[in-house]
Structure formats: structure tokens, C-alpha cells
């Protein structure tokens, strides 16, 4: 399973990159004002430091803008993945800049029937928000479960990115499902590998370790 990062904190992307973890990085508007950036010169900057695959999101909402916004992105980078909202206009241009060889996810996807549209419009990966879906009072890992299903039963290439991710319990549960990918905040990482009892465990040895007086170097 790939791990995207969920971000568009520049520092955080350094941080994380050297544990080998991190197969690419995925942005939202959202993000970006966060960040306090602009947006092509933070996506470059981000695409510089990671291999794989740097999701920018258009703005517009109708197809030619759209289409010019992302093929503008789509120039940012060899690594970039032009990102559309799964509307009518958002399939129109996911199907051209797909059909040119660029990179797309389709994403702010809520039900397996937008997510059938997005492969069939030539998605690269669709995002659907699982957390989000929980949110309403839905279960945004049945969305996920139908969506793997529905992909395998007609062999579409388009990858599972499961987005608005809240905790281990989704990773684990998307893993199970065999979702491709999952976008995760650093928060989420810390959350994976963080146990107390290895904390506890640590501290002891440590504790044990001191007492013998010795140094590895
Ligand atoms: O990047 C899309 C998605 O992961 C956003 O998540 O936490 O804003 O619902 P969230």
C-alpha cells in the first residue's frame, strides 16, 4: 500500500521523506492557503523533494478554465498530478488531460457511482473522503469497499487514493479493503507508529541500560 502525504507544509514533506514512507504528496486549495504560499511556487518546490506523483488541484469550475488551469500546473513539473473536483466539467477535463498523457485524480468523490464516472473519464486515481463520509454519519469505508469492488470487477486501472483520513483505524481498514493508496496527514503517520508500550518498553531498557555503565560507542 503507498502512503501519500497529506500537505502542503513544505517542512513536514522534509521531515517525513527520509523515513522511505512517503510515495508522494497530495494538495488541496485548502492546503495551499495554509501553507501561506503561492501556489506554483510551493507545488515546485514540493515536487523537487518528492519522486513520486504531487497532486495541484484546479480552481475553476467550468471546463476551458479548468483545462487551462491544468495544463499550467500540469507544466509545473514532470511529477505532477493535475487534481479536479468530480463534477460534470471536472470529468470533461480529467477525460482531455488524460487522453494527453497527464496524470489526474479526481477527487471530493462521495458515492461509487461518481467513482465509476472518474475511471471511466480516465481518472489516474479517484479520491473519495472517507472521513468526511463518517462525518455525516455514513461509512465512508463501505464507500471504499464498493469502489475496490467495483474497480477489480471491470479491471479499471484507476487507483484507490482513500483521502480525508482521520486515524489508524481507516488506514488499517483501507489496507484490509486493498485500497492503493492512502493520503495521510503527518498527524496520521505519528498516530501509526506511536504505541505506548513502546515508549515504556524503551524507557526500561534505557533504565537498565544506564545502570550497567556501559557505551555502545
Ligand atoms: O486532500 C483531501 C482530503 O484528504 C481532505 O481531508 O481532513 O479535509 O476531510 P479532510
Not at 479548468?66 to 495544463?71: H, K, Q, S, V
Not at 473522503?129 to 467495483?150: K, N
Not at 505519528?190 to 515508549?199: F, G, I
Not at 524507557?203 to 556501559?214: C, V
Request: hydrophobic share 45%.
Amino acid at each position: 500500500m503507498k502512503f501519500f502525504l497529506d500537505t502542503a507544509n513544505v517542512q513536514e514533506i522534509k521531515d517525513m521523506v527520509p523515513t522511505g514512507l512517503i510515495d508522494g504528496v497530495t494538495t488541496n486549495p485548502s492546503l495551499i492557503a495554509a501553507s501561506g504560499r503561492d501556489i506554483k511556487e510551493v507545488i515546485s518546490e514540493i515536487c523537487s523533494i518528492v519522486d513520486g506523483p504531487v497532486s495541484a488541484e484546479v480552481t475553476a469550475t467550468d471546463f476551458d478554465t479548468m483545462l487551462a488551469e491544468g495544463r499550467m500546473l500540469q507544466g509545473i513539473a514532470k511529477n505532477i498530478t493535475v487534481k479536479v473536483p468530480l463534477t460534470f466539467d471536472g470529468l470533461k477535463t480529467c477525460k482531455t488531460l488524460s487522453d494527453e498523457g497527464t496524470s489526474v485524480n479526481v477527487t471530493l468523490c462521495f458515492s461509487a457511482a461518481q467513482a465509476l464516472l472518474a475511471a471511466k473519464a480516465g481518472a489516474t486515481f479517484i479520491s473519495p473522503f472517507a472521513g468526511r463520509v463518517d462525518d455525516m454519519g455514513g461509512m465512508g469505508m463501505e464507500l471504499i469497499s464498493e469502489i475496490v469492488q467495483i474497480y477489480s470487477n471491470y479491471n479499471f486501472s484507476t487507483e484507490v487514493l482513500v483521502a480525508s483520513v482521520r486515524g489508524p483505524q481507516h488506514v488499517i481498514q483501507a489496507a484490509l479493503l486493498g485500497a492503493d493508496i492512502a493520503t495521510l496527514p503527518t498527524s496520521v503517520i505519528k498516530a501509526l507508529y506511536k504505541h505506548p508500550l513502546t515508549d515504556s518498553g524503551l524507557s526500561a531498557f534505557l533504565k537498565d541500560w544506564e545502570k550497567t555503565g556501559q557505551s555502545i560507542l
